[in-house]
């Protein structure tokens, strides 16, 4: 069973950056397409960004491109979120996500994805 821990989470100020970690707490992940969702009060949960196994494919939802950079760690256990230039609007929970896949694109949809973290909270003062 995969368990996700997401880790990195916290309060910044506008224009500051963070960044997010996840790992699985048990096993690899080194052959799951990873991807991180946002959900803020009273909204949707939504697409943020996404690879493939591999890590060379990526994805960006419009809000976040340029500003945020999905990776994998070297031994692909780990995937990373670096999230530059951050604005109030970005204050969400931020959920990490997982799907066992070896397909060479990425996925976005919220339904594609199997394994779910626990979220962790970041706040973006103005």
């Known amino acids: 069973q995969v368990q996700l821990v997401e880790s990195g989470g916290g309060l910044v100020q506008a224009g500051g950056s963070l960044r997010l970690s996840c790992a699985d707490s048990g096993r690899t992940i080194s052959s799951y397409h990873m991807g991180w969702f946002r959900q803020a009060p009273g909204k949707e949960r939504e697409f943020v960004a996404a690879c493939n196994w591999s890590g060379g494919r990526t994805d960006y939802a419009d809000s976040v491109k340029g500003r945020f950079t999905i990776s994998r760690g070297n031994a692909k256990n780990t995937v990373y979120l670096q999230m530059n230039s951050l604005k109030p609007e970005d204050t969400a929970v931020y959920y990490c996500?997982?799907?066992?896949?070896?397909?060479?694109?990425?996925?976005?949809?919220?339904?594609?994805?199997?394994?779910w973290g626990q979220g962790t909270q970041v706040t973006v003062s103005s």
């Open positions: 996500v997982a799907k066992r896949s070896y397909y060479t694109g990425t996925y976005r949809a919220r339904d594609e994805y199997d394994y």
